[in-house]
């Protein structure tokens, strides 16, 4: 059964037209995860949530914000995707804040601008 | 500073052959844990082992072993008996303890392991 469920697993959208992609886990963990991820490249940490508290990579655009009305739900909206944005777009929760915590994704959201 | 690296954007290996992937890390943290996971070209990555700097022994789980040079800073993944089904990318990965006790998972860029009949 799947743990972590991303929806949709595809999107289209309008250059500049806003988007939001969700993510929701049944692990009740803790930690929610966005990352970013282009053709052949690692992923890159967006942002993440620990509870309802929510941590901002400094590299993040503005153009990226979240929400995570629940522990079991966390959204991910882009305000006016540009050409670049296009990328894997991958959810992860973990249970905790600790070194040996795996994390378990999603099967990611594959985001294309036209 | 690059924090996660693995020098092999591409590897072959002869089905049920053993592999190795290179993975070298860099950090000041005395305590740090190392992951690594294979992503399919669905998109899911999927958890493969742990590694954590304290322990003493290399990690196992089933094919997969972990090579753990500390000393080198270096966590190989070894793939033993190769299977078609072992073709996808395969990432390593490190979490240390931050300023901000955010923990984050950072990751390296990859190597894409295609299995030949």
């Known amino acids: 059964d799947a743990m972590v469920i991303q929806n949709p697993r595809y999107q289209v959208t309008q250059f500049g037209k806003p988007v939001t992609l969700s993510c929701s886990q049944t692990?009740?963990?803790?930690?929610m995860y966005w990352y970013q991820q282009k053709s052949s490249q690692a992923p890159k940490l967006l942002f993440h949530y620990y509870d309802k508290d929510f941590n901002n990579e400094a590299d993040t655009p503005d153009n990226f914000q979240s929400r995570r009305p629940n522990t079991s739900f966390c959204f991910l909206d882009i305000r006016s995707p540009g050409l670049g944005d296009a990328a894997m777009y991958l959810c992860a929760t973990s249970r905790g804040r600790t070194l040996n915590t795996e994390a378990f994704f999603g099967q990611g959201t594959r985001l294309t601008v036209v | 500073a690059q924090k996660i690296t693995q020098t092999q954007p591409g590897m072959f290996v002869q089905e049920k052959e053993a592999v190795t992937l290179d993975c070298t890390y860099d950090t000041s943290d005395p305590s740090y844990g190392l992951f690594w996971y294979k992503q399919p070209s669905s998109g899911e990555m999927i958890f493969l082992i742990y590694?954590?700097?304290?322990?003493?022994q290399n990690a196992t789980e089933g094919r997969y072993s972990l090579n753990f040079q500390k000393a080198r800073k270096s966590a190989n993944l070894v793939i033993s008996a190769s299977q078609l089904g072992d073709s996808a990318m395969y990432f390593c990965a490190m979490r240390e303890a931050r300023a901000d006790s955010s923990y984050k998972l950072i990751f390296g860029s990859g190597t894409r392991l295609l299995v030949r009949p």
């Open positions: 692990l009740n963990h803790n930690v």
């Open positions: 590694q954590g700097s304290y322990d003493q």
